[in-house]
């Protein structure tokens, strides 16, 4: 069966954590576990260095609850994984193709979700200002169990535990400081002037890409959902600077 890609609804209003949809498609897996499709959703799935929201989806009128345990993306279609509480032939009956449901996503993980990959954002931006600037983005990890972001290039191994304080320092006033987090949808030509002038090579030219802007910092492509100001991550801590074969990582934790 085709099925279209499904809309974002966290795409344009990250504070959004509620939601009302349409099923496409339900199957059920060998261990149990079923997967819903929906036409749009509030969830946001694993990907970008940022792990899936939780929550549940309802049926409007009834006892009907599906559990999400987690939420992947495949080609733009969004898989919903979870169980039916009290589940029984009648409940699975409810899971039927165009059945309206309402999505609740769980507020406290997608929360510190948001605080752990702004960040990731908000070190990359301050990397310049501490004479790391030599550095080239590359991936982020970006989930409560050791979150980090990695970079290209490395630092000479005397300087690493002065790197480590001057980070943590520029970038807990930036935080006290605080600042507006925008998101924009926009086409290609204003998303490059938005981030300085270009994008990453992987960016299709004839695309629309989404950017997230941290304060009055160049914006930069990232699909995952942030706090709406800067000073809402409230610390940072910089655990550790790290570099070994021609990369550099830099783990950190925010504050509770």
Avoid at 227 to 255: A, P
Wanted: hydrophobic share 30%.
């Amino acid at each position: 069966m085709e099925v279209s890609p499904t809309k974002l609804d966290y795409y344009e209003n990250m504070l959004n954590l509620h939601s009302e949809a349409s099923i496409l498609s339900h199957s059920k897996g060998d261990d149990g576990r079923h997967a819903l499709i929906l036409d749009r959703t509030v969830f946001h799935p694993q990907g970008g260095g940022q792990p899936a929201d939780t929550g549940f989806i309802t049926v409007d009128d009834s006892d009907f609850k599906f559990v999400v345990q987690d939420v992947r993306s495949k080609d733009g279609i969004v898989f919903h994984y979870g169980f039916i509480e009290n589940s029984s032939e009648e409940s699975e009956s409810k899971l039927e193709k165009g059945k309206k449901v309402v999505l609740y996503v769980d507020e406290s993980r997608r929360k510190l979700n948001s605080r752990l990959h702004s960040a990731g954002h908000l070190l990359d931006a301050c990397m310049q200002n501490v004479g790391l600037g030599h550095l080239e983005p590359g991936k982020g990890y970006h989930f409560p169990d050791g979150p980090f972001v990695e970079y290209k290039g490395t630092v000479p191994q005397n300087e690493l535990q002065n790197k480590q304080k001057e980070l943590e320092l520029e970038v807990n006033a930036l935080i006290s400081g605080g600042g507006k987090v925008s998101v924009a949808v926009v086409p290609y030509q204003e998303a490059a002037e938005m981030c300085g002038g270009s994008l990453p090579d992987y960016i299709p030219k004839e695309s629309t890409p989404r950017i997230v802007k941290f304060g009055s910092f160049p914006g930069c492509p990232c699909g995952g959902t942030h706090v709406s100001d800067i000073s809402e991550i409230t610390s940072v801590t910089v655990s550790q600077i790290r570099t070994k074969k021609g990369l550099t990582k830099v783990f950190y934790n925010v504050g509770s």
